[in-house]
């Protein structure tokens, strides 16, 4: 499965799949680790098209973060479904990640990261 990316001056952002599970879990994973290898800081997670998110995707995203933050890079999330928002809330990671309403708002503020 591709993952589509779409770069916008520094920063990368990953339109996270339909359902964001075991079976799409592993693509995200890898391109999440190639941008991070070849030098990404700046990342935001598109979960527009989301409608299922699974603990193999927050599995991913906390790891994928982890990394972005030793390599001093930050990791955003954006335009997040309110039923697929209940599992960040319902796991806590609404606490871990910050999330913004849209794109735009989520590239502003990686704007801030050197």
Avoid: H, W
């Avoid at 603990?55 to 030793?70: D, E, F, M, P, T």
């Avoid at 930050?74 to 309403?101: D, H, P, Q, R, T």
């Amino acid at each position: 499965m591709n993952v589509e990316v779409k770069t916008v001056d520094d920063s990368k952002i990953i339109v996270v799949p339909k359902r964001f599970d075991a079976y799409t879990a592993n693509s995200v994973e890898e391109e999440l680790t190639r941008l991070i290898g070849e030098g990404t800081r700046k990342i935001v997670c598109d979960f527009s098209q989301t409608d299922y998110l699974a603990s193999a995707g927050l599995r991913v995203l906390i790891a994928a973060s982890k990394n972005l933050q030793r390599a001093n890079g930050k990791m955003v999330l954006c335009s997040i479904k309110a039923y697929v928002l209940e599992v960040f809330e319902i796991s806590g990671l609404n606490k871990i990640f910050k999330i913004f309403g849209s794109v735009d708002a989520a590239l502003q503020d990686l704007k801030q990261v050197v």
